[in-house]
């Protein structure tokens, strides 16, 4: 089993930036891909931005590149959001998943088999 805790989430305002962190425990966190979702009121849990076990492979859904950096560090067994230049949509909660099979990480959350307990995001405008 792993365990995932995510912190990190507040109020802010557009424009302001927020770093997410997310510490793993009970598994060896470099065999891990991890991703970071977001759920909004009303909306499907989406795709944010995941990393590659080594931290070497990142991608990013279209609504957040260049403005979210996904980054881990695997000696302290957490990954890390810094979201910047935030927006009133970026408001929701976010996630943090852990995927055991795939050295890379996908969109998908059905590939992601730990999730933490989501942090709160809000951003007003």
């Known amino acids: 089993q792993v365990q995932l805790v995510e912190s990190g989430g507040g109020l802010v305002q557009a424009g302001d930036s927020l770093t997410l962190s997310c510490a793993a425990s009970?598994?060896?966190?470099?065999?891990?891909?991890m991703g970071w979702f977001r759920q909004a009121p009303g909306k499907e849990r989406g795709f944010v931005a995941g990393?590659?076990?080594?931290?070497?492979?990142?991608f990013y859904s279209g609504s957040v590149k260049g403005r979210f950096t996904i980054s881990r560090d695997n000696a302290k067994n957490t990954v890390y959001l810094q979201m910047d230049s935030l927006k009133p949509e970026d408001t929701a909660v976010y996630y943090c998943?852990?995927?055991?099979?795939?050295?890379?990480?996908?969109?998908?959350?059905?590939?992601?088999?730990?999730w933490g307990q989501g942090t709160q995001v809000t951003v007003s405008s």
């Open positions: 990393i590659s076990r080594s931290g070497i492979y990142k």
């Open positions: 998943a852990a995927d055991r099979d795939n050295t890379n990480p996908t969109r998908e959350a059905r590939s992601y088999d730990y």
């Open positions: 009970g598994r060896t966190f470099s065999t891990l891909a």
